[in-house]
């Protein structure tokens, strides 16, 4: 079975939950369908990814958005019967004429959800909103008027608005302002930076906490110091620790047995976990990102350390955390100069694992391509550090 690249950008509700994720897929290692019928090349690509490695690992119980091509609207490449999970997206390229109508009403009539992808008021579009139970609206191809007009129009039908693109703060209060039901784009995984904002006192302390638990120089009896200033965080270590994950024979009571029976260094990563997750009030899919990314550069540091690496994944999400530009903040972090480096600018041999890991996430399959990593390779690690972030992450709540 031919090579599958899978890309997923989360969806959120209007309380921030995660309510499914697009399915981004591609076909080659250079990012091209290297077929002369693009159409049938998508479908193809669409299915084996289906079969090979299922909805249940890569949307967990969420919903999954998939792309239609026209064949596949039309019945020409079988529909995966998920009718419950798939959320099937007609392609603003689709011609709405009186096959296609057709076609997207008898799925509707086999429920499945619909949405509308990209959407611009057409006359000729009604039939398919009539249909539609979701409609996508690109807020880069609006101006605030057209969009307030867009959404009346549309309100006169009963199905959810989704805004995607949404790339600002201000564009996200806009939406939920205007009623928008659900929410996509790059302000949920990027900074939304504020000139001049300070940062809250706590968020400070935390963040010094990070630091000096990469220091390598830092003490057992420092550790155990610094950890206990935080009753919070000491508690939620204990209970992390004592938890089946790590299936010791008995339980563990203080930080100093905790340094004792795992290392200090297993330590320190566990409690870098924890004070991430204290960080900022953002979608909790940010920190799934953030594990992702560890998990995942973790498995491929090959000859470099695993834990510089996992830590430049876990701390890649940092500037989206606390809406702060990342060189900001790394000047209130003394980290290694290494890690710095990849944090930054993507630079040294940490920073080219970085920039690839992030890339796969991202669903860049340009940078992806010229990393000159074994696409099987990548493949495999994203899948394992999706479920072993979703391990975590359920230890974590």
Known sequence: MAQVYIGRQPIFDRDNRVFAYELLWRGSTDNRAGFADGDLATTQVMLNALTEIGLDRLVGEHRAFIN?????LLGEQPLPE???QVVLEILEDIAPDTEVIAAVRRLADLGYCLALDDFLYRPELEPLVELADIVKIDLLALDEAALREHVTRLRRYPLKLLAEKVETAEQHALCLD??????????YARPNVVAGRRMPANQMALLQLLAALRDPDL???ELEALIGQDVGLAWRLLRYINSARFGLSREIDSIRQAI???GRRILCQIASLLAMAQLGDKPPELMMTALIRAHMARRLSGELDPDTCYTAGLFSVLDALLDRPMAELLADLPLSAELTRALRDRSGPVG???ATVIAYDEADWDRVCASGIDPQVLSAAYLEAIDEAGETAGLLA
């Open 219 to 221: 003490g057992d009896a």
């Open 178 to 187: 205007l009623g928008f039901d659900y929410f996509q784009g790059y302000y």
């Open 352 to 354: 080219e694992v970085l």
């Open 68 to 72: 239609l091509t026209r064949r596949f």
């Open 260 to 262: 004792a029976l795992l």
């Open 82 to 84: 998920m009718t419950d």
